[in-house]
């Protein structure tokens, strides 16, 4: 069974750089056709496409965050990472990471993932 768990501060203040991680177990985040997505939903909104990596170490973002995002990874740890700098409250919200067995940027619900962490809180504020 995969899993996956989201680690981080759950506080930052506006400006700073957002880093979490998710741990994945259960498989490797090179086995082929595994997609790693970071995902957020904030109060008030629907869920957000934040960017992929992909199993061959590709990524993709989306076109509104992409000038603040980045997604690594760390094969030997089996880690992807996410950095959002700039960040402002807007950028509250629970995180989620998620695997699926393609690239998926129109994301309706979290269920649309084959696996998830649970969400980590991350409230930006001074």
């Known amino acids: 069974q995969v899993q996956l768990q989201e680690s981080g501060p759950g506080l930052v203040k506006p400006s700073q750089t957002l880093s979490l991680t998710c741990t994945v177990s259960?498989?490797?985040?090179?086995?082929?056709?595994?997609?790693y997505s970071w995902i957020r939903q904030s109060p008030g909104k629907g869920l957000e496409w934040m960017g992929t990596?992909?199993?061959?170490?590709?990524?993709y973002y989306s076109p509104s965050l992409k000038s603040r995002t980045s997604i690594s990874r760390d094969t030997s740890k089996n880690q992807f990472t996410l950095q959002l700098s700039s960040v402002t409250p807007e950028d509250t919200a629970v995180y989620y990471c998620?695997?699926?067995?393609?690239?998926?940027?129109?994301?309706?619900?979290?269920?649309?993932?084959?696996?998830r962490g649970q969400g980590t809180q991350v409230t930006v504020s001074s």
């Open positions: 998620a695997r699926s067995p393609r690239l998926i940027r129109d994301v309706r619900s979290l269920t649309d993932f084959s696996f």
């Open positions: 259960g498989d490797s985040i090179t086995t082929s056709y595994s997609y």
């Open positions: 990596i992909g199993y061959r170490g590709s990524t």
